[in-house]
């Protein structure tokens, strides 16, 4: 009997060590899993960011975070994604501000018609001016990171070569696009860009106003078989997490995402600027497109030109207790800086 006993008294042992230590184990090995909402397809750029952001948190975690990844639009649209990210519809959210026009002022600095020649500047120098002013429009959340589309230029069926070649030529554009287009002498015409191919093509436009990495990722080479190197304006995106989700982050995984904020914008813009000159590349080798760039005196109109814009931004955030003109020049110091 004593035999007996002490095995049952081995085998509740081994009950009681399974009950009370796997558990923990379990509780170790759980990944903390994150949502992180995009718009775009899953082609393009910020969604390519996106993919390599989820992969770094992973490795540089050693498996601690998953992140489950949501393209085009499938877990919060667009203009949702901000307010999706601070009441938990999503515990991540890429966004871009210009599509809620008046609710990231220091943002839309960044924007406006500046001429930086990349994104990799462009992004930086949104990043450093984020940083400069922690901005009341980021208040409810977390910035992971920010960066922007490479700049936007011009791409026509008929060659532009010159600022009067411009002139009220009918070309897609949104946002500040139309608002440049209209001081540079051309007709905007506002839609989406997944309706312009077949605009295009039925006359309604004779171009678009977009970054040129389009050119492949929409094969928008095809149809318009010029493009004119212009600088005209980016647009600016951010990568931002509910504040609630990160105030619960363990320390490490905090640091971990922190340490990768500004790499993220620089990697970004890199990326995408070589895309552009990859873009190009391609469409140059199969459809014999041609790139053309404005004179100085050219470049030198447009900023004149557009000055308007950035004088009516100044006079808009003074208005909203906002430094416009000190902001106005960071951009432009940052962009100097950035340029070099």
Known sequence: MS?????????????????????QNAGAQAPIVLKYANFPPA??????QM??????????????????TFPGGTLLPAKSIFDGVVTGTADIGNFAMSYQPGRFPLSE??????????????????FDLVEKYNPKEFEKVKVLTLFTCPPADLMTKTPVRSLKDLKGMELRASGTGASVLKLLGATPVGMPQSEAPEAIQKGVVKGNVSSMEILKDFNFAAYLPYATEANLFVVSFAVVMNKDKWNAMPADVKKVMDDLRREQAEWTGKYVDDH????????????????????AADTAEIAKLTKPMIDDYIKKVNAMGLPGEQIVKDVYAFKAKYEK
């Open 3 to 23: 035999k007996k006993i002490t095995a049952l008294l081995i085998f509740a042992a081994f009950l009681l060590t399974l009950c009370v230590i796997a558990p």
């Open 43 to 48: 082609p393009t750029f910020p969604c390519v």
């Open 51 to 68: 993919e390599r952001w989820a992969k770094e948190v992973e490795k540089r975690t050693a498996g601690k975070v998953k992140v489950q």
């Open 109 to 126: 600095a960044v924007d406006l018609p500046i001429g930086f020649k990349s994104a990799k500047a462009a992004s930086l120098a949104l």
């Open 276 to 295: 552009v000159k990859e873009s190009l590349k391609w469409s140059k080798e199969k459809y014999n497109h041609q790139l053309f760039q404005f004179s």
